[in-house]
């Protein structure tokens, strides 16, 4: 099952990650227009978050990868997976989610526009910085 669901959560975030770059092209080429297009790109983008979100927790708890055991915070690996990757992913997530729901209140399209780029912005620099890329070598990720 773990395995199952680290492929998962790891090909996952390839779509994810096209979604959000998507949305935020739209976001930067459509200055003043937040029409149906962006508003569906931006939904389907968080409820991408949102599942990686899920599948995440569900790793969080089964992962040998995540060992909350006294002096955990010392092993790079244990820390990275038991504190910076969750915490900075659900910061992530609320941020997105955040985004989409100002950018669907703005009073106009240019502020909703401008809502998304900025959050959406600032999810995906964070996302990036907590993704366990392969060349940290100390945390033993994969591209897949």
Known sequence: MNN???H???GLRWVFLFFIC???ILAFTKRS???KREQKMALLTMILAHTQLVIGLALYFISPKVQLVSGFMKDA???FFGMEHFLGMLVAVVIITLGRK???LAATPELSTKKIRLYFSIAL???LMMIPWPFRAELGGAWF
């Open 8 to 10: 998962a959560h790891s």
């Open 22 to 24: 998507f949305s935020l």
């Open 4 to 6: 199952g669901l680290l």
């Open 102 to 104: 100002k950018a669907l």
């Open 125 to 127: 620099v964070i996302i």
């Open 33 to 35: 227009a937040y029409g």
């Open 77 to 79: 690996m244990y820390r």
